[in-house]
Each structure stands twice: as C-alpha cells, then as structure tokens.
C-alpha cells in the first residue's frame, strides 16, 4: 500500500541519515556543484529540506546569511541539526500562502529528487512557476531529479526499454514510480517519478524558467559525467 510521501519521511525519519550515507559522493557532488554557483547570494530557501543538514552545508560554505526550510515532514524537520527558521507546509501550498510566497530568495534548492514526490505533473509545474516568482533579480533555482534513462544506475534494457515505451506511448504518466524502503521489520512505500531531460526542459519552460545548466552525476559515483545517460541530472535554473 502506498502512503503520503509526508508520512513516509516521517516513518522513516530515524534512518534518513543512513540513507543520506549510502548516497554521499553522489550528494556531496551536488552539493559542491551548487556551493560554486551562488557566489554573493545572500538568502537561500531549501524546498524539501530534510533534516537541514544539506542545507546548512551549502549555506556555510556559500556564506549564506539568511535561510529557511521548507519541509512538510515534522518529523524530519524536528531531526534539523541548527535552529532555521522552517516553513512546515508543502510545496505545493506556496501559492496559497502570501505570508511566505512573499519573500524573494537569491538561492532556492528542491535537491534529491524532491519534485518526483509531487503529483499529478500539473502540480510540478505549478510548484516551479511559483518558485520562479519567489527569486531575486538575480537568482538561482537548482533542482535535481532522478534520470528515467539513466543506464548506469537502472541498467541498459531497462533504460532501454523505458525509452521505447515513450516513443511508442508517450504519457506524463510513464516516469512514475514507487519508491520503497524496508529498515528491518518495517516497510514502506510511497510514489515517486523518475524524469527525463525532455520532460523537464518542457516543464522548465512552461514554469517561465530557462536551462542555464544541466549537469549529469553518476548516482553510484558521485562523477560528473559527459553522457546524460549515466548519470542523474541537476539544472541550474533562472527566470
């Protein structure tokens, strides 16, 4: 049985450094690929932050002096390793909520696949369009996603296959996935979706927000790589 994804980093709040862990060289990556781009921004807002660990991480080696948390899980948010000021809503609730729609951030990050958490596509888009809105003149908005032919990490027929699939039956529908974690005695799923570069070009776009980057890192590796089909992929994004 599928769950919210907010219940699911609740349950599963207790190992998400253990998660974090088995994935550092690919986070850390992109962590230092982000650190290198937000030279002299001075706020920066974390959309899905987790545990704040990443954030924190950023924001001190980018001398970033003001930050929020946006992390609807308040169970993740209570495992935060400083005091931040937290929003405790979703992303999808931004629009909504002129108290924190208002503010302008030189730096936003929606990191790890956040946005494959957010459904139906409409809502992706109205997620990113929003977060358009809430950058400074000059700002940044990084997002990372999960690549649906990334071969390295889900082998080449699959990948393969996959892409076939999309030539012969293309749906908004056809990255999503469920995302499954067992610790012991205790199971857990909830959905997910996994991108293409098309897919979020087109998304991008629609959002009102230009490619400046892409940038492939092997899942397993924590390498950047030439080839977009070994590798997860980050976008420096800006209106």
Same mark, same amino acid.
């Given at each position: 049985?599928?769950?919210? %994804?907010?219940?699911?980093? /609740? !349950?599963?709040? %207790? $190992?998400? +450094?253990?998660?974090?862990? $088995?994935? @550092?060289?690919?986070?850390?990556?992109?962590?230092?690929?982000?650190?290198?781009?937000?030279?002299?921004?001075?706020?920066?807002?974390?959309?899905?932050?987790? /545990?704040?660990?990443?954030?924190? @991480?950023?924001?001190?080696?980018? =001398?970033?002096?003001?930050?929020?948390?946006?992390? %609807?899980?308040?169970?993740?948010? *209570?495992?935060?390793?400083? +005091? *931040?000021?937290?929003?405790?809503?979703?992303?999808?609730?931004?629009?909504?909520?002129?108290?924190?729609?208002?503010?302008?951030?030189?730096?936003?990050?929606?990191?790890?696949?956040?946005?494959?958490?957010? *459904? %139906?596509?409409?809502?992706?888009?109205?997620?990113?369009?929003?977060? *358009?809105?809430? !950058?400074?003149?000059?700002?940044?908005?990084?997002? /990372?996603?999960?690549?649906?032919?990334?071969?390295?990490?889900?082998?080449?027929?699959?990948?393969?296959? #996959?892409?076939?699939?999309?030539?012969?039956?293309?749906?908004? #529908?056809?990255?999503?996935?469920?995302?499954?974690?067992?610790?012991?005695?205790? #199971?857990?799923?909830?959905?997910?979706?996994?991108?293409? /570069?098309?897919?979020?070009?087109?998304?991008?776009?629609?959002?009102?927000? @230009?490619?400046?980057?892409?940038?492939?890192?092997?899942?397993?590796?924590? @390498?950047?790589?030439?080839?977009?089909?070994?590798? =997860?992929?980050?976008?420096? !994004?800006? +209106?």
């Amino acid at each position: 049985m599928l769950i919210d %994804p907010v219940q699911a980093y /609740d !349950l599963i709040s %207790p $190992q998400f +450094p253990r998660l974090a862990q $088995q994935r @550092k060289r690919y986070l850390d990556t992109i962590d230092e690929l982000i650190v290198n781009r937000v030279a002299g921004s001075r706020s920066l807002l974390d959309v899905g932050a987790g /545990d704040g660990s990443r954030t924190t @991480k950023i924001a001190t080696e980018g =001398n970033i002096e003001s930050v929020v948390l946006l992390e %609807p899980s308040r169970e993740m948010a *209570r495992r935060s390793v400083e +005091p *931040r000021e937290v929003w405790a809503i979703r992303a999808e609730e931004l629009d909504g909520d002129l108290e924190f729609s208002s503010r302008r951030f030189d730096a936003i990050i929606c990191l790890w696949n956040v946005l494959g958490h957010i *459904r %139906p596509a409409s809502a992706r888009l109205q997620v990113l369009s929003h977060l *358009r809105k809430m !950058l400074s003149s000059s700002g940044k908005l990084f997002v /990372d996603v999960n690549h649906r032919y990334n071969a390295r990490t889900y082998g080449n027929c699959r990948s393969a296959l #996959r892409f076939l699939y999309d030539r012969i039956r293309s749906s908004e #529908r056809n990255g999503d996935v469920t995302a499954r974690w067992t610790f012991g005695d205790m #199971r857990c799923a909830t959905y997910g979706h996994v991108f293409t /570069d098309g897919e979020m070009r087109q998304l991008s776009s629609q959002a009102g927000l @230009k490619v400046k980057e892409r940038i492939a890192v092997d899942y397993d590796t924590g @390498k950047v790589t030439r080839s977009i089909y070994h590798g =997860n992929l980050l976008y420096v !994004l800006r +209106p």
